[in-house]
């Protein structure tokens, strides 16, 4: 991250699912440049590992064990974030899985399962940690989305359809807290190295159709997000409100 330079000095910020993929990318990289991280996500040692790495970097860093389909867990790691360094400046909601199944072979449960990870903890994050900001007069939310809030794509309907929901939450945040000093945008990323695609077999499965559907013919890199992320979360993109940045190698031109 050669062009930043200490952008997120002392700010505290709060990301959901730390443990691995773009979470962990981002709170590597946000403690780079000074941010000091309240890490999140339910495999522990995972998350105990990033908070580790940070420390012995220099920086400032904890992990709260939170499964983030329970609100009052949010909610914990919210408040917990506040008691512990007395404010809260970033939320980024990060955490959530992607199921891939045809929209009609889908339970009630697997309904349920996605809309309260993928959405449901977008909703009352953002919820919980608007008091605070409010309060502070001051805050910015990133809602971590996808290029399928926008393009649908078999076998991700369920998906898709709570990330299309993010977008309107992202500008609703966007529209109602301006006036206090809060921020919230959104970026959408295509096919990114992180996730499944960590695994060299589903790369090697997947590689005709990641060329296919990305007109740059490759998977996106974490850091890649994690700069969009530094870019929108800097006081340089104060102007930004609603926003939703695509990081997706053109992949919804096709
Ligand atoms: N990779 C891509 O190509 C791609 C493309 C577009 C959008 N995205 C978005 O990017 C974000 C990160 O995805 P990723 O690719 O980095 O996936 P990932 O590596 O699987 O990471 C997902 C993170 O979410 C956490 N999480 C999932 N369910 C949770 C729960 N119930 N409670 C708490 N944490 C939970 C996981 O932590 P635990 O398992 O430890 O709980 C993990 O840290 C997601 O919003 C995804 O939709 C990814």
Known sequence: MAIYKDILKGKVAVITGTTSGIGKGLALGFAKQGAIVVGSGRREN???EVAAKIKS???EAMFIKTDVTDHLAIKHLIDETVNTYGRIDILVNNAAYEPTKLFMDNTYEDYRKVIDTNLGSYVMASIYALKYMKQQQSGKILNINSVTAIQQVPGVGMYSL???A???LTKVIALENA???IRCNEINPG???AGEFEKAEVREWAKEAIEKMTPVARLGKVEEIVHAALYLLSDEADFC???SLL???GRHLI
Do not use: E, F, H, P
Request: charged share 20%; hydrophobic share 35%; glycine share 24%.
């Open 166 to 168: 993010i977008s309107n």
């Open 162 to 164: 709570a990330k299309a």
């Open 179 to 181: 006036k206090d000093g």
């Open 46 to 48: 995972l998350g105990q």
């Open 191 to 193: 096919l990114i190295l």
């Open 57 to 59: 970097d220099g920086g």
């Open 241 to 243: 409100n609603g926003t």
């Open 247 to 249: 990081v997706d190698g």
